[in-house]
């Protein structure tokens, strides 16, 4: 328990952004590294870091997008049981409300390599908070240093 309350925050309670499900992986290595994937040019939030994932289609499971979106993006095959729920991230930008899953995954099949014009780069778990983030995935690498250092 905590001594301190949480400061008060406004409610919002009728909010017409509409809310999109995103799915992200957290891919880490022998070497406890993270793969992160750079936005290319033409995108929203070009040239900031991200954890690979993508949409949720609609009436399709977390696992089931993820893998989807890590052979679109990557050319890896993951099976939904080296999937492992983390955390989530919940996050309002102006024109949207992002909620995301994050999964950790230790096992895949295949090398990642870019299939959708991003860069890629595997980093040290200790030096993710190096790189330029969505503002939704920053809390996300907080939570991974507290748990995978």
């Known amino acids: 328990m905590y001594d301190e309350p949480c400061p008060p925050r406004p409610v919002v309670i009728d909010d017409d952004r509409?809310?999109?499900w995103v799915v992200a992986a957290a891919l880490v290595d022998r070497e406890r590294r993270v793969l992160l994937s750079r936005r290319p040019e033409g995108k929203a939030m070009a040239g900031l870091w991200e954890f690979p994932g993508g949409k949720m289609e609609p009436g399709e499971i977390p696992e089931a997008a993820l893998r989807r979106e890590l052979f679109e993006e990557l050319g890896l095959d993951v099976c939904l049981?080296?999937?492992?729920?983390?955390?989530f991230a919940s996050h309002s930008y102006e024109d949207f409300h992002l909620v995301m899953p994050l999964f950790v995954i230790r096992?895949?099949?295949?090398?990642?390599?870019?299939r959708e014009g991003?860069?890629?780069?595997?980093?040290?778990?200790?030096?993710?908070?190096?790189?330029?983030?969505?503002?939704?995935?920053?809390?996300?690498?907080?939570?991974?240093?507290?748990?995978?250092?």
Do not use: K, N
């Open 18 to 20: 509409p809310v999109v």
């Open 81 to 87: 049981s080296c999937m492992l729920p983390f955390a």
């Open 107 to 114: 096992r895949w099949d295949g090398v990642p390599r870019p």
């Open 118 to 149: 991003q860069e890629l780069r595997w980093v040290p778990i200790g030096r993710l908070q190096d790189y330029s983030l969505p503002p939704a995935d920053e809390p996300l690498v907080v939570q991974l240093q507290d748990r995978l250092l």
